[in-house]
């Protein structure tokens, strides 16, 4: 069992923890500076021109698998890392932990979520005009996107309560219902999304939804309201509460066919759920080094707080707590390369429970070590609290997962008590 990274994957990830180095961190104050002038939801210029570098320098749509079989390349130019060679997920997992260290670094990659996910399900689902109406300028970086499932009115812990109805008219389909937490939608780039609705109620329980194209221009869908997480808006993100009162939607905007909404989510859920988990071990990696420079750096009752033992205990655990989650997460990664998606549920499960949890239990040390700084907005540990904690409920609930795991491993108890001789 070899634990160095190849140099394939050393060299992607230098390349990209270089960039950020040199081009995103020295720029962040001017980043802070126009994300606060004028209005809230708007582009940002700073992260356009890095983008343009980012796309010059190779780096860019790093997260986008091989086209899938019968995808007609030559009439759909895919966009992947330079020479045209996509990354594993293994790959990209070294890569996303640099770029969560700075909460705007995945955007100038091209690798921001819900686009990410997004783009996946196009790549793997969608029809050629699909591709060339919607995947393109998302691949090129010009325009985003955003993925409508949770509603407020339900359990969206369990899809399967989704209440949004999706009617088939003639060359047409009839959306009707209430979204929330549609993260993206902020954005005034935000052309198109991806929309989980009830095409079927009397079908099987897992047959009933359908996954839909929505122009978000179209006459019926309506940003009722941004929701706060704990006070952040997100800008110019967002995550928007949306109206769809009898939209109008073309029957060729269907993603695979209708019943098959269950399908794609997984498909999209799996890749999605592991890129969070990179991007919060380089959270917890930056919170972890915020409390070192701090601790290092402040007196209190005649020594050095990082002398204090508890302050020991704390970094010690910290360390540890990254590096199995580290270890945990390359796994899940390695295996869906290699073995697929499915055969790699349980540890991305596993992994998509722990990271977050690992994260904020670091965070919170570093908040604490920072005293009243701490909660302030100076040191951009309270936002990181924030988004970290919205990520124990984004992709499912720890409560399910741990559910899933621990079916998983009743399974496979009962499969030994059942071969054992009587």
Not at 5 to 33: H, K, L, N, T
Not at 35 to 43: L, Q, Y
Not at 286 to 309: C, H, N, P
Request: hydrophobic share 40%; proline share 6%; with cysteine.
């Amino acid at each position: 069992m070899d634990f160095a990274p190849s140099e394939r994957q050393s060299q992607f990830r230098d390349r990209v923890r270089e960039f950020i180095i040199s081009r995103i961190r020295p720029r962040q104050d001017e980043y802070r500076r126009q994300a606060a002038a004028g209005e809230r939801w708007k582009v940002l210029p700073l992260v356009e021109e890095l983008k343009a570098e980012a796309r010059s320098a190779g780096l860019w749509n790093l997260f986008m698998p091989p086209a899938g079989p019968g995808t007609p390349v030559d009439d759909f130019p895919f966009e992947f890392a330079p020479g045209g060679e996509p990354l594993g997920n293994l790959d990209y997992a070294l890569c996303a932990e640099e770029m969560g260290r700075v909460p705007w670094a995945p955007e100038v990659f091209n690798c921001s979520a819900p686009d990410t996910g997004n783009m996946e399900v196009l790549h793997r689902y969608g029809k050629l005009a699909q591709k060339q109406a919607w995947l393109g300028p998302l691949m090129r970086g010009e325009i985003r996107s955003s993925f409508l499932m949770t509603e407020p009115d339900v359990a969206s812990s369990d899809a399967t309560n989704i209440r949004s109805r999706l009617v088939r008219k003639g060359d047409h389909y009839i959306l009707s219902g209430r979204k929330w937490w549609s993260s993206g939608a902020g954005d005034p780039r935000c052309r198109v999304a991806i929309v989980m609705a009830k095409s079927n109620p009397d079908a099987e329980r897992h047959r009933q939804q359908s996954m839909i194209l929505l122009d978000l221009a179209s006459p019926g869908v309506r940003v009722e309201r941004l929701l706060p997480v704990f006070g952040y808006d997100d800008a110019p993100h967002g995550h928007a509460e949306i109206v769809l009162d009898d939209v109008r939607i073309p029957a060729e905007n269907m993603l695979l066919g209708e019943g098959r909404g269950f399908e794609i989510a997984q498909g999209r859920l799996g890749p999605g759920r592991i890129h969070h988990c990179m991007r919060t071990i380089g959270i917890a990696e930056e919170a972890l080094d915020a409390m070192g420079r701090r601790l290092l750096s402040r007196v209190a009752f005649g020594k050095r707080i990082a002398d204090q033992s508890i302050w020991e205990d704390r970094v010690a655990r910290a360390r540890i707590d990254i590096e199995m989650c580290r270890l945990l997460c390359l796994k899940a990664a390695d295996m869906m390369d290699r073995l697929g998606n499915k055969a790699a549920r349980d540890e991305i499960a596993m992994i998509k429970v722990a990271a977050p949890t690992m994260a904020l239990r670091i965070i919170d040390d570093a908040i604490q070590a920072h005293g009243g700084a701490g909660v302030s907005e100076d040191f951009g540990l309270a936002a990181a609290y924030a988004a970290v904690r919205t990520l124990r409920l984004a992709d499912g609930p720890d409560e399910v997962h741990l559910r899933a795991i621990a079916r998983s491993e009743f399974s496979r108890h009962s499969a030994h008590a059942a071969a054992r001789p009587a």
